[in-house]
């Protein structure tokens, strides 16, 4: 069974002083937050000069293209930025991008010009100017001051007296003061840290995620997708499974009434293997009812179903459900999936002796952890399974998150929202 991370396990829990101070997101972002300033500068700089330039030569021919490559360019920052929001801050932002024409330079201009997550993306590295240079200042000062007040009693052991404003500290007890004192600010740092990455985080989301109509119209293009997948799955299961079973059956039928007369044992064996494989086939489709829909579902909630799910796999699962009132059907269909899915996936790939599935209720909707202790080195690919199950999330605006470095272990996390 996966244990509890740190910052859950220690005192006041993981939004307390020590929960804060340990918690690896705490110092995923202190460095991204650190350099904003820098990044901002930097992408001002590029930007004052190519787009002037670029813009400047459209008169003649060779602005077009280099008006072209500015954006190009611009959007190539916007989509690095998206990665440092999911390593740093935490913050998954799908690119928003209409689809690339296949030919024709004024396609390509239309593809750039009139697509409104363009404009946003260049917006986005503007304001990461002033934005930056605030965070880049706050970070210096609180980490800096932290640290000097912390390391009193080391130079009062060197016999250095520590200088800070008009304040001179020379003496044991005020050094120590000034280390207790400097392990408050580096509290209030952590917590200032945090703040201002859910701040960034958050304009980032509303820039950089493209407008509410891109979305929508990412959401319902992934939602086709994935119920053509779905229909593909149901008819080639269907072709290659129950319909040539029952065409075994009629034939095994067949034969049977033509020697019914002249060959009755012949003919008893041949209607016990058509009843056989019509039972066989009856077993198919219940299998298959249950893919598209599975009836203990509908009738006892995720827990139940889960549990089922637990049952039938080739190694221990533990499952843990804390809902205190059934979320919308559509959540229920595709938390069900996204575990059973992942559990296949376990237990064709992953080598894993053992697993968890955590079901769990917050403010955002429901959440789905799925884990397993195997070797890990899992990776989303369009057209797998995973790439499928981010199809069905994204159709209620979801996200589905991977983590399987090599070596183990690999955890699936859902956010599926209840209200959308």
Not at 111 to 129: I, K, P
Not at 172 to 200: I, N
Not at 360 to 367: A, K, L, M, T, W
Request: with cysteine; net charge neutral.
């Amino acid at each position: 069974m996966r244990s509890a991370a740190l910052k859950d396990r220690v005192p006041w829990g993981a939004k307390g002083p020590l929960g804060v101070l340990v918690d690896p997101m705490t110092w995923r972002a202190a460095p991204y937050l650190a350099v904003t300033g820098a990044l901002g500068f930097g992408w001002f700089v590029v930007l004052s000069v190519a787009l002037p330039v670029s813009l400047t030569l459209t008169v003649v021919w060779v602005g077009v293209p280099l008006t072209m490559a500015a954006i190009l360019m611009w959007r190539g920052g916007a989509m690095l930025e998206r990665r440092l929001m999911h390593a740093a801050l935490g913050v998954r932002i799908a690119d928003p991008y209409r689809p690339r024409p296949e030919r024709g330079l004024g396609a390509h201009l239309r593809w750039l010009l009139a697509d409104s997550a363009t404009w946003q993306d260049l917006g986005y590295l503007l304001m990461l100017l002033p934005l930056g240079l605030v965070e880049t200042a706050v970070s210096l000062v609180v980490w800096t001051t932290s640290a000097m007040l912390i390391i009193q009693p080391i130079l009062m052991s060197l016999w250095v007296a520590g200088v800070h404003s008009d304040l001179t500290i020379d003496s044991w007890a005020g050094s120590f003061v000034a280390a207790a004192f400097g392990l408050l600010v580096l509290v209030m740092a952590a917590y200032l840290v945090r703040g201002m990455a859910w701040l960034h985080g958050t304009l980032a989301t509303v820039l950089l995620g493209g407008s509410q109509e891109e979305r929508l119209r990412a959401s319902r293009a992934r939602g086709i997708d994935a119920a053509e997948a779905e229909r593909r799955r149901i008819e080639r299961d269907l072709h290659d499974g129950a319909q040539q079973r029952l065409l075994s059956v009629a034939v095994d039928l067949g034969r049977a009434q033509s020697k019914f007369d002249s060959e009755p044992e012949e003919a008893r064996l041949l209607i016990a293997q058509a009843h056989a494989g019509t039972k066989a086939a009856i077993g198919e489709l219940r299998n298959l009812a249950r893919g598209i829909h599975p009836a203990i579902l509908s009738d006892r909630g995720l827990d139940a179903a889960l549990s089922g799910l637990a049952a039938r796999a080739p190694v221990r699962v533990d499952v843990s459900v804390e809902l205190e009132e059934r979320p919308p059907a559509a959540v229920e269909s595709i938390a069900y999936f996204i575990v059973a899915e992942t559990l296949a996936n376990m237990a064709k790939h992953s080598g894993a002796s053992e697993a968890s599935v955590m079901v769990v209720r917050d403010h955002r909707g429901v959440v789905v952890d799925v884990w397993d202790d195997g070797i890990g080195g899992a990776a989303m690919v369009p057209g797998g399974g995973l790439s499928g199950l981010a199809d069905r999330a994204a159709t209620i605006d979801g996200v589905l998150v991977l983590h399987s470095p090599l070596g183990g272990p690999t955890l699936v996390r859902a956010e599926l929202p209840c209200e959308w």
